[in-house]
């Protein structure tokens, strides 16, 4: 009996301890000036975050459909590992199917100005953040992680280390899905659009080690020939990056273990700055 009582007053403890000892989680309205409207956001903030020490941020984006709840709801564990890595995990909302582009057919989607500019400022100005490229990383889940990489690629003065997850990183052989059409238009009246806009074709603005990237897909995945011909042509660039593959398809299951990785990744860059920096 009184063994019993220990193991419950350990188990008691333990989850006293999570609860006291984990990571702060805000929803914060931020404005875009860029779209005239305020857009909400998830913040989360390690255990021990104070005003006295500057801790980097990773801009984690959801995928077609969700929201910025979509990360802590389906990956609670998300939390201890903003405690675990110590930095600041903030997740955007990209509406339903923004692709985080500035949308050239609809000027109420300006999502590339948001993230890249505006939140990133707003983010800077209300946490206590290294506010420099050796201190931001950005990825995401399918529309997110195409979003992740073709921000990073065209931001590289505001990301160091992006990554993707199931990401749609070429478009076009999609033209019918996921409101791609509503943002770029029609790919039979504007390809140009299309191919401006699609991760694959934005290498050229790659210098091999300017950024750091990971790209995880699983192998069943329906974007997994994409991110595979994106892997490749990496490997033609002399662009150095980690690329991960595994039994998978489209799916939380896949995510929720796909983002341990990339936050260890992301970590592992921060730590690198901080050395070459001392």
């Known amino acids: 009996m009184r063994s019993l009582r220990t193991l419950l007053t350990l188990v008691i403890l333990f989850f006293v301890h999570q609860a006291v000892f984990a990571a702060k989680i805000d929803t914060v309205e931020t404005y875009s000036a860029s779209m005239k409207k305020s857009i909400k956001a ?17 801009y984690l984006l959801h995928g077609y459909g ?3 709840s979509d990360w802590v709801k389906k990956v609670p564990a998300i939390r201890t590992a903003a405690d675990q890595h110590q930095m600041i995990i903030v997740c955007p909302d990209g509406n339903i199917g923004s692709w985080y582009f500035d949308s050239p057919a609809d000027p109420t989607f300006r999502y590339e100005t948001y993230v890249a500019d505006e939140l990133v400022t707003w983010i800077d100005s209300h946490y206590k953040t290294v506010k420099n490229r050796s201190g931001r990383a950005i990825t995401g889940l399918s529309m997110g992680g195409h979003g992740a990489l073709y921000l990073a690629f065209r931001h590289q003065s505001v990301f160091g280390a992006a990554g993707s997850m199931s990401g749609g990183v ?3 052989p999609f033209p019918n899905n996921w409101d791609m ?6 790919y039979a009246q504007f390809s140009e659009r299309w191919e401006q806009n699609t991760v694959i074709n934005l290498l050229h603005l790659l210098t091999p080690g300017a950024l750091s990237l990971i790209i995880d ?7 997994f020939r994409v991110n595979n011909n994106l892997h490749e042509k990496l490997l033609e660039r002399n662009v150095a990056h980690d690329y991960i593959t595994r039994p998978g398809g489209h799916n939380w299951t896949y ?4 983002v341990t990785y990339q936050m260890l990744f992301m970590r592992q860059y921060f730590d690198r700055q901080k050395e070459v920096t001392r």
């Open 170 to 172: 070429d478009i076009r």
């Open 181 to 186: 059409a509503k943002r770029l238009g029609t």
């Open 255 to 258: 995510w929720t273990n796909a």
């Open 42 to 58: 998830v913040v989360m903030t390690p255990d021990g975050y104070s005003t006295d020490k500057e801790l980097p941020v990773l």
């Open 217 to 223: 897909c699983g192998t069943e995945d329906f974007f």
């Open 66 to 68: 969700g929201n910025y």
